[in-house]
């Protein structure tokens, strides 16, 4: 018996990636418990994923629905093969959830490399890159229920390399369109259902109110939720990996406790439609204490023949505070679009 070669099996590194390169991931079918994971991590307060009852009378689906950021999480986590080796994943854009998506659903997202600049080299600093991948989430009916962009940052495999990769990133991707969110909002719901609901509702808000939720979240759990969406980023689960010493905390873990803070303010939404842009700000790490202040910046009703209620465009930024004494530092800056009674 001669002995063979051992592979490596291991995240692409940045001179690995060329425009046009496509990928995937397994599909995966979103459960209970999945929704009950969620939950658990985010405290969330969107109320049909919570009520089944009112899930299915409202939407009438045959399941429930699942919470739109389930799902778009699970869509992200289907696009890290390209960015196992992510030292940061710097903005998102253009993101619309085109469907509503059900449990039971079956997710599959396919992944295209669209853009490659290389950073400036620095004295005393490996090279890196930002990749630009545009992602595409259809379910298992071939309905694109997700489309969107973002951009993760990947080391060189040489610390000196020059790669060359000088695309002009800032035409990658767009803001959504308020045709595209228009578009998005499902017009066969039975909104007549949420009528006992008490709370701010749209009508109650005018262009320009701000809030500052004052319950703070600590992040906890964060690689459990990183294995739940199959998130293959290296520095989100050996801290070995992470320019920063400790685990980096996956962003869509910061995004998506900053939303479950906003449903304390806006008690009333029925979804997220689409995303406008997300910039992550600064990192975050597990224990962090996050807090979240938003602005209601525009208010657009909806009539019975658009979908009802009200479509609001909120620009939120979360902080995350840490060390003693503490000191606090701006994390994300987001701006998207939901669905409001």
């Not at 998506?101 to 490996?126: K, P, S």
């Not at 007549?192 to 992040?219: M, N």
Request: proline share 5%; net charge neutral.
């Amino acid at each position: 018996m001669t002995e063979t070669e051992t592979e490596t099996v291991s995240g692409p590194w940045f001179e690995d990636l060329h425009p046009g390169l496509e990928f995937d991931a397994p599909a995966v079918t979103l459960t209970e418990g999945h929704a009950a994971a969620h939950q658990a991590l985010f405290g969330d307060r969107l109320r049909l994923p919570l009520d089944q009852h009112a899930s299915r009378a409202i939407a009438g689906g045959a399941t429930a629905l699942a919470h739109p950021l389930l799902a778009i999480n699970v869509a992200i986590g289907q696009s890290t093969w390209a960015s196992q080796r992510v030292k940061a994943n710097l903005f998102y854009r253009g993101l619309v959830l085109r469907h509503p998506v059900f449990l039971g659903d079956t997710l599959h997202t396919r992944t295209r490399v669209v853009g490659l600049r290389q950073n400036r080299v620095q004295e005393g600093r490996a090279a890196t890159g930002i990749a630009a991948l545009e992602m595409t989430t259809t379910n298992q009916r071939g309905d694109t229920v997700l489309h969107f962009w973002r951009c993760p940052m990947i080391p060189c495999r040489h610390a000196q390399a020059r790669t060359g990769h000088s695309d002009d990133l800032e035409r990658v991707g767009s803001a959504a369109s308020l045709d595209d969110v228009r578009a998005a909002v499902p017009r066969n719901w039975s909104l007549e259902h949420s009528l006992p609901w008490t709370g701010r509702r749209a009508a109650d808000l005018q262009a320009g109110q701000r809030f500052r939720i004052e319950a703070r979240d600590t992040i906890t759990c964060a690689p459990e939720l990183v294995r739940l969406s199959l998130n293959m980023a290296m520095a989100h689960t050996d801290s070995k990996l992470s320019y920063l010493g400790e685990r980096l905390v996956y962003g869509g873990h910061t995004i998506f406790m900053a939303f479950a803070q906003v449903t304390r303010a806006l008690p009333n939404l029925l979804s997220v439609l689409a995303w406008d842009s997300c910039d992550h700000t600064a990192p975050v790490v597990e224990n962090d204490r996050l807090r979240t202040e938003c602005v209601v910046t525009d208010i657009v009703p909806l009539s019975p023949a658009q979908g009802g209620g009200a479509l609001l465009r909120v620009a939120a930024e979360c902080f995350a505070a840490r060390g003693e004494p503490e000191q606090e530092s701006r994390v994300l800056d987001w701006k998207f679009w939901v669905w409001s009674l």
